[in-house]
């Protein structure tokens, strides 16, 4: 059996954050939706979707999440426990900023104007 799920590892240009639970991600493929009209289905449409990264990180005293925040024009990946690897390029902080003490751990999205998946 081969392993699917679990272990991550998230990069920002090459600097490794501590992830914490859950990430999702879109490699921003168009989204289709269906037209159709009272004499049956036409086709469909396609809408852009931005490419993005998200989770949560932990805060850690070697970062400065004031110079993640300002990160635009980044390459994040995003490596998965089956061995794929997520990269999102031209990309910009897109989170709000906030962190809390209890854990300290905040809320990570990157949206990017490219995404791609590498097996």
């Not at 852009?48 to 994040?76: C, H, K, M, Y």
């Not at 990309?91 to 209890?102: I, Q, R």
């Amino acid at each position: 059996m081969a392993r699917l799920g679990g272990t991550i590892s998230i990069k920002v240009d090459g600097e490794i954050y501590n992830a914490v639970g859950n990430f999702t991600y879109n490699l921003g493929q168009p989204l289709r939706a269906g037209l159709v009209g009272p004499d049956g289905v036409h086709g469909y449409s396609e809408t852009p979707q931005i490419p993005f990264i998200e989770g949560e990180i932990r805060d850690r005293r070697e970062i400065s999440l004031e110079t993640l925040q300002n990160l635009t024009d980044a390459t994040v990946t995003l490596e998965l426990a089956n061995g794929k690897v997520v990269v999102l390029r031209n990309a910009w902080y897109a989170s709000e900023g906030t962190f809390n003490t209890e854990e300290g751990n905040g809320a990570f999205r990157f949206e990017g104007l490219s995404g791609e998946e590498i097996r």
